[in-house]
């Protein structure tokens, strides 16, 4: 298994510009999150989806917007880019949403915006 | 939601076990204690959890207060690729859909 795969790696963006961040994984997981993380802080959830069809806000969801057409696939939208969105962005998915079921992380991108 | 306090840093020397801390003063009963850790320019991965009973896996232990107010997570040799964020996590039922909330964590660096 791939895990959870996410691309590009680094992107770099000009104000304005819109772009979508890629996120896949081959386990079969219901439940699929996108997180962002500023430098020294902890993640912070943007949006998650609990199935296909099926998506949510986070805590910080304004400027992005997603959408869940496969169980493998949760790409994320930037709509107009702003240097405020400058950060790393995680994908993770696990199989269930139980207190007890693991999260797993891809491993990041980074997105600059100038 | 509640919170979970933890050091901001620590650090320890190579093959020493290492204790991390984590405060969670306004736990449920029905919330579990997980910790994740990041390893540089990486994303988080999973470390170990548990409900009241301390637990034990390949990677760590994880120790609990007997009234759940805190946890210890306990590195027993600690080597240079354990120098990582630990995060201290409390997942409930309320939580649906949003039940992973990352602090600051506490940065471990781990001297030769």
């Known amino acids: 298994n791939a895990g959870v795969t996410q691309t590009p790696k680094f992107q770099v963006l000009k104000t304005g510009q819109s772009m979508t961040l890629q996120c896949a994984q081959d386990m079969n997981h219901e439940y699929m999150s996108w997180y962002r993380q500023d430098p020294g802080m902890g993640l912070r959830l943007i949006h998650y989806?609990?199935?296909?069809?099926?998506?949510d806000q986070g805590e910080v969801p304004n400027g992005y917007n997603v959408s869940r057409s496969t169980t493998e696939d949760f790409p994320l939208r930037l709509l107009s880019a702003a240097p405020s969105q400058t950060s790393v962005y995680f994908c993770a998915s696990s199989s269930r949403t139980g207190v007890t079921d693991t999260q797993y992380f891809g491993p990041g991108t980074r997105l600059t915006v100038l | 939601d509640a919170k979970t306090t933890q050091p901001n840093s620590m650090e320890s020397n190579e093959e020493e076990p290492v204790h991390l801390p984590c405060n969670h003063s306004t736990i449920s009963g029905t919330d579990y204690i997980h910790w994740y850790r990041q390893l540089p320019s990486q994303g988080p991965e999973y470390v170990i959890h548990?409900?009241?009973s301390n637990v034990n896996n390949r990677m760590a232990s994880l120790a609990i207060a007997e009234d759940r107010k805190s946890s210890t997570l306990i590195l027993h040799r600690a080597t240079l690729r354990d120098a990582a964020v630990y995060y201290c996590i409390l997942r409930g039922r309320n939580n649906y859909g949003q039940n992973f909330v990352f602090g600051p964590g506490t940065r471990l660096s781990v001297l030769p």
């Open positions: 548990g409900l009241t």
């Open positions: 989806s609990v199935g296909a069809g099926i998506t």
